[in-house]
């Protein structure tokens, strides 16, 4: 009956995430949600990212090769390099028992089992390291989608029957876990994040930005969605419904995924088949085709790094060397908005993001922001007794000058002169 009710469901959480996006655009952080970046000129790129893996489990229907190598090989067929996103394991996910096959519980009704319920051994980083050290040294990204693949929070519109993590520190201390793990086995700790099933809310109050602002990761989300988790008939017609969306999505708009990050399964779907093994080469053609070049998101990210300003715009060059040095220089939703008045609640809200420099084109309605109206919030903040506060307009630094707005400039937890600057 679950099963019925699924795609209205999901179109009920759509609108819900459509909500959460608006008003991550109104939110200044340092924990920025990577869906698309703005388009490089001259260039078509994207990235894929395939979620749940690394999977051991062979590819159904095939000839027994393990799924993940069947990707692999078709990536390093057309010189295109993915974004791995793993989990640990999904084997202390017990007692649990199988869902019904075709419905979001089919792995499990209380938790997540991958590649399938009984064969946790087969999928994961803690179980497949030679696997997970082959993606690394084959030049592909890995990041992290939560050791136990078990929610941050509880969805009660589809997994209602489902555990989920018991605050937002036990979702830090689960990120943490895989992150660690990741390095162990191949020197690089994984920098952009995803949460399972993209269930933001923890029981505590939260939400997965807080958990990674504090991790230091990106929030990886995606802003096409390439099928094959979820059936579209028989095996044969989910194949061809992902092909064929890509490619009339291109037909009719060449550039349509252009700085686009394309999310994918490395597992299976609800039918216990994986029909990204056949759509995938016959998905890269149609991008080669349209002379797309497959990149990782870091890769996406270094190219543009964000959603509304073009790289080679002066606004994000020194957005770009802002960013680098650690600094709060965009919205929750990855844009710049350089021109846009930021208003007293979401500065107070920079504020409340803690110990780390944070930057942000300042133009208030009341006039420019000055060190006098900055001492005067720092009383409210709970971080303020150890923060030292300096304020430079365009027209007083070479970087800034370029640009006709104002960075307010905060250094959080360096100094603890709060008290004397006011006096």
Known sequence: MLSLFFTPMRKLYRLMKRRQAILAGNTPDRCRRIERVHPVSGKRLAAMTFDDGPC???????DGTALTTALLSTLDRYGARGTF???????????DREGRLGGPLWSGVLYDHYPEFGQDSLAGVVNQPEMTRAMAESGHELTNHGYSHVAFGPMRVIYGTRRHLADAAAGEADVKRLDDLVEQLTGRRPRLARPPHYIDR??????AYDIYRRSGHLYLAASYDAGGWRPAGSYRQSVESMVGRMEALLKRDPDALNGAIISQKNGYNMNKESPVV?????????????GYEIVTVSELLAASPFADTAPE???AADARTLLAAGATVAYRDNTLKPDRPV?????????????ARSILPVVLPTGPVTSGALLE???????????????????DSPLLRRHAFRFAVLILGLAGQAGENKE
């Open 56 to 62: 051991a489990s062979p590819a159904r229907p095939g």
């Open 85 to 95: 996103n793993v989990i640990g394991t999904t084997a202390g996910n017990y007692p």
């Open 202 to 207: 923890t029981a505590d109050g939260q939400t």
């Open 278 to 290: 056949d759509a995938l080469p016959r998905q890269l053609e149609i991008l080669k085709a349209h």
């Open 313 to 315: 715009d002066p606004t």
């Open 343 to 355: 208003t007293w609640a979401e500065f107070r809200g920079l504020l409340d993001f803690g110990s």
């Open 377 to 395: 919030l720092l009383p409210t903040v709970p971080a303020a007794p150890t923060a030292e506060i300096g304020v430079l307009r365009y027209q």
